[in-house]
């Protein structure tokens, strides 16, 4: 792909932090936003990532660091990935185009990585929450500093929201909530009408009035007082919008559009200066704001891999296999086919999970829930108990949001609910946050629990169908991010006896038992572990739980050393086989048995082959560690 020359960009040059921003006019701001827009998109195109949602509050951002104080003044912005033109703005901007990349900026708000960043926001629907705690913080130490919490794509969808705005109402602490709608999802903004009347709400002579008509209402007694001001507020309500919000305990203001820089700043200097206790001002934006391509396509462009900036197009490697998404996608479709009773549930991620496309075969039987993970766990489970086959496809670092549901609403009550995992494992570009390390520890522990992990894309689609037919309770598939190894596929899925692995080949020696997409390592490590005279069976377990205690016991009997080798964190598979040797007493013979895990740290960011690398879970870490179980006995082999 050719390369595109740089934008051109002489008031954004001369802007590298917040106080550089202040020292432009105002009116040379709706330019500079412009060129911000356009080293966005540059920036983006040369790594990848999440382009939409940063180009729809290219205005806001500046209007933001043009009229507060930061990083004096804290600023949230949930989900984080709307950050990309504040880490631009608050000197970043010669690293962006590390983003990220190994070594390079996150993609999302990190504390360790900019004082502008006062808290990470990966996961959404936080920053109220957070926002909150440093406004009472704030008070308890008698600080004048403004908290903004920027809440927008979608994080509004989620019950945790709600629950700061209800705290933050009672509470009555000065919080600054500007809500980013970019979908039109709740209204849209009414012109020179709209921004009249949020200047006027927003103003001194409004909150003045308010003032002494608070004063005035109070000498009739709490009661009344709480009746006229809920009364007058309602009645506001019905003229600007945001009753919901008022009833929560929040002044409202907006809608307003957001894409006005003659409107937005006006509104955050009044509520800068004027405002007491919590403030939501509700901004419009357009999603892919200023690049045609993103407008045309905001679900494409929600995330990108490397495009070319003129004509949009994203350049992706040929792929050689299916990815497994799409695996699961085009199984889950089969067997809908022939099961009416089979339903998707996805928590706002239908493409990302496939469920797109399952919506597009059965839109009857398919359930985006929003942003809302444990919302999406117990209706799965309401379902289930009507008999129907839910599948509640969530990613695996998302279903952690919803333990607590899985734990009560299914597992006790022995629901059977499908749950096939996406991006188990490492993730790649997404770093830390999204990295699945925890699922087969966190629910392998659950009574009744089946938990499977797919070696291939040829055995995700026989776990589908055996998900589809297992009704005894709660069953869990996990998968990871990316294309399958390009095994043969068949036409349709098998269903797998449940607690029984398979061996793909036969040794005397060393016993690989893998545990999900490692077992292609764990293969080119038996060829050479073999040709080092080290003879070497290899085993897919293709169950956590219950644990194939047949295989375990003969590769335990019938080997010297043993490594189990999963993508996922200690606690899990590698743990429940040590739990079953030692009970067994099948480790008083010398066995010598060693657990690959992921290492115990958050991994940043990187190519996933270096972090198997680091994480010793490639081929030649596989080998490393076989080599050092046996000792001076495998180095005389080698040699």
């Not at 012109?191 to 003032?211: E, K, V």
């Not at 043969?488 to 061996?503: H, K, Q, S």
Request: with cysteine; aromatic share 6%.
């Amino acid at each position: 792909m050719a390369a595109n020359p740089p934008p051109q960009t002489p008031l954004l040059d001369q802007a590298r932090t917040p106080a550089d921003l202040k020292k432009l006019p105002e009116s040379k701001l709706p330019q500079l936003a412009e060129e911000l827009r356009s080293e966005l998109v540059d920036a983006v195109s040369h790594t990848g990532g999440h382009l939409g949602a940063g180009l729809g509050v290219v205005e806001l951002t500046v209007a933001i660091h043009y009229v507060f104080d930061t990083p004096k003044d804290r600023v949230i912005w949930d989900v984080g990935h709307q950050a990309y033109p504040h880490k631009i703005l608050t000197g970043r901007r010669d690293r962006i185009r590390t983003l990220r990349q190994e070594g390079g900026l996150s993609g999302f708000t990190k504390r360790v990585e900019s004082e502008y960043d006062p808290f990470g926001a990966a996961h959404s629907s936080t920053s109220i929450s957070a926002g909150l705690g440093m406004a009472v913080a704030r008070d308890l130490s008698g600080g004048d500093n403004n908290v903004i919490a920027v809440i927008g794509d979608g994080a509004m969808s989620a019950g945790m929201a709600y629950e700061a705005l209800n705290n933050a109402g009672a509470l009555d602490a000065r919080l600054i909530v500007i809500l980013n709608d970019n979908d039109m999802s709740i209204a849209p903004p009414s012109g020179a009408m709209s921004a009249y009347l949020a200047r006027l709400a927003s103003g001194r002579t409004y909150q003045g009035i308010r003032d002494i008509g608070k004063k005035l209402t109070s000498y009739l007694g709490k009661t009344a007082d709480k009746a006229i001001t809920r009364a007058v507020e309602h009645a506001r309500g019905y003229v600007t919008g945001g009753t919901l919000f008022e009833e929560l305990g929040f002044f409202h203001i907006g809608p307003i559009d957001g894409h006005n820089l003659e409107h937005l700043i006006p509104v955050l200097r009044n509520v800068r200066d004027h405002g007491d206790g919590p403030v939501l001002i509700h901004v419009v934006t357009q999603k892919g704001k200023g690049y045609a391509p993103a407008e045309a396509a905001s679900d494409k462009y929600h995330g990108v891999g490397k495009f070319d900036v003129i004509t949009g197009a994203q350049a992706k490697p040929a792929a050689n296999a299916p990815s497994y998404t799409k695996v699961f996608a085009q199984s889950l479709i089969q067997e809908a086919r022939e099961d009416e009773r089979i339903v998707g549930i996805t928590a706002a991620m239908p493409s990302g999970t496939g469920l797109d496309l399952f919506g597009e075969a059965f839109p009857e039987r398919m359930f985006d829930v929003g942003i809302a993970e444990q919302h999406a766990v117990t209706f799965a489970g309401g379902l289930a108990s009507e008999g129907y086959k839910p599948f509640a496809a969530i990613y695996s670092t998302f279903l952690q949001r919803a333990y607590d549901q899985v734990v009560h609403d299914i597992a006790i009550q022995g629901l059977p609910v499908r749950f096939p995992i996406d991006r188990a494992g490492y993730v790649g570009a997404d770093g830390a946050t999204h990295c699945g390390a925890f699922d087969v520890a966190y629910l392998a522990t659950l009574p009744g629990f089946v938990v499977m992990a797919a070696a291939d894309e040829a055995e995700l689609r026989h776990m589908v169908r055996t998900a589809v037919d297992y009704d005894q309770g709660p069953i869990a598939f996990r998968y990871p991010r990316g294309n399958g190894v390009g095994v043969d596929m068949p036409e349709r899925g098998a269903v797998l006896a449940i607690g029984r692995g398979r061996v793909l080949r036969e040794g005397t020696k060393v016993a690989l038992l893998s545990l999900g997409t490692r077992l292609q390592d764990c293969l080119a490590a038996a060829d050479e572990l073999d040709a080092a005279g080290l003879s070497t069976t290899v085993a897919d377990a293709r169950f956590a739980k219950p644990l194939d205690r047949d295989l375990i016991t003969r590769l335990a009997r019938e080997h010297e050393v043993l490594v189990t080798v999963e993508e996922g964190a200690v606690g899990g598979f590698g743990s429940h086989v040590l739990h079953f040797l030692a009970h067994e007493g099948l480790l008083e013979n010398g066995l010598k048995v060693r657990p690959l895990v992921l290492p115990d740290v958050f991994t940043d960011q990187a190519k996933p082959e270096r972090m198997y690398e680091w994480a010793g879970l490639d081929r030649a870490g596989i080998v490393t560690t076989v080599f050092a179980a046996l000792g001076a006995q495998a180095r005389a082999a080698r040699a």
